[in-house]
């Protein structure tokens, strides 16, 4: 479809990141940082929501380079959320286009770790007068056979496509649904148990499926466990957003927004830890985006503009602001 001629630029911040990209310069810091993900060599990255971009650094947090450009054309950004690497170091993320609030596209974007566009997975176009809701993928996470998982908030629906882009599956937002989501937020894979986790940020909850394949490659989804439910005590959860998964301990990582902290439970269910940030680093904190490497978490802090780095016993090691 054609996209609108005039697309509304969202305040003096886009203009001025345009400006600087079109001088080949990039700007100093994060914006509103929303995804990170941590290649086998330590490398992250990292979606920058506000600028537009993914930003590389080294394992000591160096920026090393980024790429990435606002816009609407193949290739380019408009609202990037969530990220995510497959094993040969491809970046996947969520992107959605809208004009005036009205959602005209979305999709997932796949880039090589060197930041040239390959391809699109899932993309969908929308127009005024089309009567079924736009997906809006929120979250998305790679298995370790390159299959792609996108956590659609718009529909409240998961969809499951093959390394090639191809729809192998779609699940729950209907009638016959195993289990009705009210948003879904995330969604993370346990490729050892053949486990799948989803935030439900309407209702509170994390939701742990069993999760298979058939002969035919067809994905099949059953046992149902709820774990946690609306609340502040340790347990519950407060507008969950971000899943992560340990494949080695089974250990699940949740950002629970509105209590201002990470909870860490096991693969049962079984409350861990929470991680909650010092106050004397800041007042309060967003997470947006989770990570592990190597025994070390990484939270995307949207509202501080830093990527903290906990150990697993929750003790703070690093802040990264994504600065020269």
Known sequence: MKFTATIMLRGIAIAL???????????????????VAVAEDGSLYVMDFGNFRIVRLDPEGKVTGAFGRFGTKEGQIYHGWDLALDAQGNLYF?????????????????????????????????????????????????????????????????????????????????????????????????????????????????????????????????????????????????????????????????????NRRIQVFDDRGGYLQQISLPESEAADWQVFGLALHENRIFAADALNNAIWVFDTDGRLLQKIEGRP
């Open 94 to 258: 969520c992107n959605i286009v809208d004009d005036q609030q009205l959602t005209i596209h979305d999709g997932a974007l796949v880039f090589s770790p060197k930041g040239k566009f390959l391809r699109e997975i899932g993309g969908t176009d929308y127009t005024d007068d089309l009567e079924t809701s736009a997906n809006i993928p929120y979250g998305l996470d790679v298995d370790n056979q390159g299959r792609i998982y996108l956590a659609d908030y718009g529909t409240a629906s998961l969809r499951i496509f093959s390394p090639e882009g191809q729809l192998l599956g779609t699940f729950f937002g209907g009638d016959d649904s195993l289990y009705t989501l009210g948003a879904m937020g995330d969604v993370a894979v346990d490729n050892d148990r053949g486990l799948l986790y989803i935030t439900d940020f309407n209702y509170g909850l994390l939701v742990q499926f069993s999760l298979k394949f058939d002969s035919q490659g067809k994905p099949i989804l059953s046992d149902t466990h709820v774990i946690g439910r609306y609340g502040r005590a340790p347990g519950e959860f407060s507008f969950p957003q971000n899943v992560l998964v340990d494949d080695l301990t089974g250990h699940v990582y949740v950002g629970d927004q509105g």
């Open 17 to 35: 990141c345009l400006f600087l990209a079109a001088c080949g310069h990039g700007p100093a810091g994060f914006q509103r940082p929303n995804g």
